[in-house]
């Protein structure tokens, strides 16, 4: 079972490019989430999708777009990479959204913007 | 801004040794949930305590949570190396199902 399988692992981009991370999940999940990890401060919620064809802001959307292509995927664009966007990326699955579902997590995009 | 804060930041103990890191949180919840995340992974669930409940184990983990103090432990009894890892509470504002995770409590265990 590979669970949540985020692509790419690594990646350097310049200020100003563009980029899509992807994101599948093979357990049948409704609801997904982008995080990014800054150290010292956690996992923030960037976007999450309840169920498909449904997407919502999380705490910090600034400067991101999401798809929720069908069930299984969901991708996050950065449009105009800013250095202040240099972080590590999660994608994250629950069964559903709502209280009490446990969420199930890829092994994250490491991006640096130069 | 942080629902869950951890504490300690950073913790180092001897293999064998019982390890406790706390969360505290700000606003009502609906249920609390401990993750790890071992350097270089993404976050793995270890347990999940609801809001009516007071105490919860699974293996060697114990999750008390006391909600008139806005507060939750998780203790690690009887520790091993494989315990090395950084610890995320999550928690959920009452009438979300957005998960907010705190900073994270850092556990060394030295063999």
């Known amino acids: 079972n590979a669970g949540v399988t985020q692509t790419p692992k690594f990646q350097v981009l310049k200020t100003g490019q563009s980029m899509t991370l992807q994101c599948a999940q093979d357990?049948?999940?409704?609801?997904m989430y982008w995080y990014r990890q800054d150290p010292g401060m956690g996992l923030r919620l960037i976007y999450y999708s309840a169920s498909e064809g449904t997407t919502d802001k999380g705490e910090v959307p600034n400067g991101y777009n999401v798809s929720r292509l069908n069930k299984r995927e969901f991708s996050l664009r950065l449009e105009s990479a800013a250095p202040s966007q240099t972080s590590v990326y999660f994608c994250?699955?629950?069964?559903?959204?709502?209280?009490?579902?446990?969420?199930?997590f890829g092994d994250g995009t490491r991006l640096s913007i130069l | 801004s942080q629902q869950g804060e951890e504490d300690p930041q950073a913790l180092s103990i001897q293999e064998g040794e019982n390890a406790t890191m706390n969360c505290s949180y700000k606003t009502s919840i609906n249920n609390l949930q401990w993750y790890r995340q071992n350097s270089g992974r993404g976050l793995v669930h270890l347990i999940l305590i609801r809001s009516n409940e007071r105490e919860k184990h699974s293996g060697r983990l114990r999750v008390t949570l006391d909600t008139s103090k806005k507060s939750s432990s998780l203790l690690i009894t009887a520790s091993r190396a494989a315990d090395t890892a950084s610890y995320f509470c999550?928690?959920?504002?009452?009438?979300?199902?957005?998960?907010?995770f705190g900073t994270g409590t850092r556990l060394k265990v030295l063999a």
């Open positions: 999550a928690t959920d504002a009452s009438g979300t199902y957005k998960y907010i």
């Open positions: 994250a699955s629950s069964e559903r959204g709502g209280v009490g579902q446990p969420q199930h």
């Open positions: 357990m049948n999940h409704n609801s």
